[in-house]
C-alpha cells in the first residue's frame, strides 16, 4: 500500500527524475494550554498530562514545537508524561527562560508524509483539561 502511494505523489527534480514528494505536516495540537511550573534547572524537556497526550497522539520523547501565544517565543523541546488529571504543563531546563507560569502555549507535533493528514487538535481550558476537539 505504500508504495503504490508513494508512486502517485510524485515531483519531478531538478534531474528530471520523478520522485516522492514528502512533507512535514501537522498531526497533532494542544491549543492554548496553560504553563503551570517551570524549572530552568531541570535537564530539558516539556511535562504534560498524559490525558491530553493520548488525545492528540503525542508520544513521550516526541519532539514538539511550542509556541508561546502571550510573548511570541517559539522552541522546540521533547515530551515527558506528567500525571495523568494533574493539567500539569511544565517547562524545563533552558526553555524556561522562554515562558512564564500561566502563559499560554501550544503544543505542536508534525509528521513526515506523502499524504494529507487529518490533524488531532484539542481545545483545553484554564486548568489543562480537555473541552473538545476543534
Same mark, same amino acid.
Given at each position: 500500500?505504500?508504495? =503504490?502511494?508513494? =508512486? #502517485?505523489?510524485?515531483?519531478?527534480? $531538478? ?9 512535514? &505536516?501537522?498531526? @497533532?495540537? $494542544? ?9 530552568? %534547572?531541570?535537564?530539558? =524537556?516539556?511535562?504534560? %498530562?498524559?490525558?491530553?497526550? /493520548? ?18 517565543? !517559539? ?5 515527558? +508524561? ?11 531546563? @533552558?526553555?524556561?527562560?522562554? &515562558?512564564? +507560569?500561566?502563559?499560554?502555549? *501550544?503544543? #505542536?507535533?508534525?509528521?513526515?508524509? %506523502?499524504?494529507? *493528514?487529518?490533524?488531532?487538535? $484539542? $481545545?483545553? %481550558?484554564? /486548568?489543562?483539561?480537555?473541552? !473538545?476537539?476543534?
Amino acid at each position: 500500500m505504500l508504495k =503504490s502511494r508513494l =508512486s #502517485m505523489r510524485k515531483v519531478e527534480d $531538478i534531474n528530471g527524475i520523478d520522485t516522492p514528494r514528502m512533507r512535514f &505536516v501537522l498531526r @497533532g495540537k $494542544i491549543h492554548r494550554a496553560t504553563v503551570t511550573e517551570r524549572h530552568p %534547572d531541570y535537564v530539558g =524537556s516539556i511535562v504534560v %498530562d498524559p490525558l491530553l497526550l /493520548k488525545k492528540t497522539d503525542i508520544w513521550p520523547g516526541e519532539k514538539v514545537l511550542i509556541s508561546d501565544a502571550d510573548n511570541g517565543a !517559539r522552541f522546540e523541546t521533547y515530551i515527558f +508524561e506528567g500525571k495523568e488529571g494533574s493539567g500539569i504543563i511544565s517547562v524545563n531546563g @533552558g526553555a524556561a527562560h522562554l &515562558v512564564r +507560569e500561566g502563559d499560554k502555549v *501550544i503544543i #505542536m507535533s508534525f509528521e513526515l508524509t %506523502d499524504h494529507p *493528514i487529518k490533524p488531532k487538535v $484539542i $481545545i483545553v %481550558d484554564e /486548568k489543562n483539561r480537555y473541552v !473538545r476537539d476543534a
